[in-house]
């Protein structure tokens, strides 16, 4: 069965950081999936935050989040992270990660083919 559980989310305050990790599970991270995480808040679209391609040389970050997060993958244990630094309160959502087969980076959902069920992380004093 094709899974992917993320963690690592949780209430922090702005300019803080959190990581989050997504463990894959029934099928191999490998040079033929590309991976991502999204997010969505209260009322609005699932917007894409930053996608790596399948061998973690090629990334691809949303403007809102540059030079603040970084993704990145470990295909040996099947793991992809994203790291979250300087938090601001417009970053609370529900996270995603999510895969695709096909070696090429993108930030558009309807692109993707295997998601995870999604981790809170809540930015707030």
């Known amino acids: 069965q094709l899974q992917l559980v993320e963690s690592g989310g949780g209430l922090v305050q702005p300019g803080g950081s959190l990581r989050l990790s997504c463990a894959a599970s029934g099928f191999t991270l490998d040079m033929n999936h590309c991976c991502g995480w999204f997010r969505q808040a209260p009322g609005k679209e699932r917007e894409g935050v930053s996608s790596i391609n399948s061998n973690g040389g090629s990334t691809k970050y949303a403007d809102s989040v540059k030079g603040r997060f970084t993704i990145s993958r470990d295909n040996a244990k099947n793991m992809v992270y994203l790291q979250m630094n300087s938090l601001k309160p417009e970053d609370t959502a529900t996270y995603y990660c999510?895969?695709?087969?096909?070696?090429?980076?993108?930030?558009?959902?309807?692109?993707?083919?295997?998601w995870g069920q999604g981790t809170q992380v809540t930015v707030s004093s």
């Open positions: 999510a895969c695709r087969r096909g070696p090429g980076v993108t930030l558009v959902p309807a692109l993707y083919d295997y």
